[in-house]
């Protein structure tokens, strides 16, 4: 069984303190300048952003980033009986190939941690894409307990944490960072984390964590990660479309979540807890510094947009 923990606040955070602008202001701005390591072509945030303008948290982000009141937020509630099931989807399977990618490197940006990758052609293709998409990273949400921390919910429930595997469309935009603010330029999976019993594949990840524990650190991963195998054996998915869930916010994904969870352990998710928000030899610059203990935006209003299946 999970630690227990209050589920009477649904604001994320960076570290465990009241208020909303838990160190998400500078945080996720370093996270979205990272979707690509080439010159950005998209305005996207620098390093530097002041945390006190940047935003208290993620009900202010639109002040500094209008695209976060967008009508195509994510993450989202699937309530599963307003599912529409799509015969296409069924007809066009949704396929991946990670053969060949490697993991490069493992990255504190300050409000979690990114494994980069290098890929050689597509890796998705299929279902709800009509285009063929390349891996570029991945990375993870969490919250303080086995109660909450994804970032999607089903039927108003919280799995414990959240994997994402971010693609850009290969098609049609020579760079991530192109691909980030532009149409169908990203393909997003969600993969749901219950806590459970340890992934072999993800304890490389954790392996290597105490390398990266401030924010800037950087290491490289020495061992190959089997990318495939964190896909849910269970392969159903649901799909939407929507957009990235950190500033600037950018109404470019095209969402596949699974509906199976993959089992993490308590140890691993703690790994991810262990992780500073500011840099070795700085200490916390504000009371909101510490621990990186949650760090999931809230569900956003679906704005009439379908959420689909592959019809049985």
Request: with cysteine.
């Amino acid at each position: 069984m999970g630690s227990s923990c209050s589920t009477g606040t649904l604001l994320p955070a960076i570290v465990a303190s009241p208020g909303e602008g838990q160190a998400w202001g500078a945080a996720v701005s370093r996270w979205s300048t990272a979707i690509d390591r080439g010159p950005q072509v998209c305005e996207m945030p620098t390093l530097t952003v002041d945390p006190d303008t940047a935003s208290r948290g993620p009900s202010n982000w639109s002040k500094i980033y209008p695209k976060a009141a967008g009508e195509k937020q994510s993450p989202i509630d699937i309530v599963q009986k307003n599912v529409q099931s799509d015969p296409f989807l069924a007809e066009n399977p949704l396929r991946w190939n990670y053969k060949g990618l490697h993991c490069t490197n493992l990255l504190n940006t300050g409000c979690g941690w990114r494994a980069d990758v290098t890929a050689q052609g597509p890796n998705i293709s299929g279902g709800p894409l009509h285009h063929n998409y390349q891996m570029v990273q991945f990375h993870s949400h969490w919250g303080t307990c086995s109660k909450m921390g994804s970032e999607h919910t089903v039927d108003g429930e919280h799995y414990a944490g959240e994997l994402h595997l971010v693609h850009y469309n290969l098609d049609m935009y020579s760079r991530a960072s192109e691909a980030a603010c532009s149409d169908k330029g990203l393909s997003v999976i969600g993969i749901f984390l219950k806590e459970g019993q340890p992934h072999e594949e993800l304890q490389k990840i954790t392996d290597s964590m105490k390398k990266v524990i401030y924010r800037g650190d950087k290491c490289s991963i020495d061992q190959d990660i089997d990318i495939g195998s964190l896909i849910p054996k269970n392969s159903s998915y649901w799909t939407y479309e929507g957009s990235l869930t950190t500033p600037p916010c950018y109404e470019s994904v095209t969402w596949i979540v699974f509906k199976e969870p993959i089992e993490v352990s308590q140890e691993q998710f703690e790994a991810f807890r262990e992780l500073m928000s500011y840099k070795e030899g700085e200490g916390p610059k504000a009371p909101t510094d510490g621990p990186i203990l949650k760090n999931y935006r809230p569900p956003q209003p679906l704005m009439g947009r379908v959420v689909r299946d592959p019809a049985n």
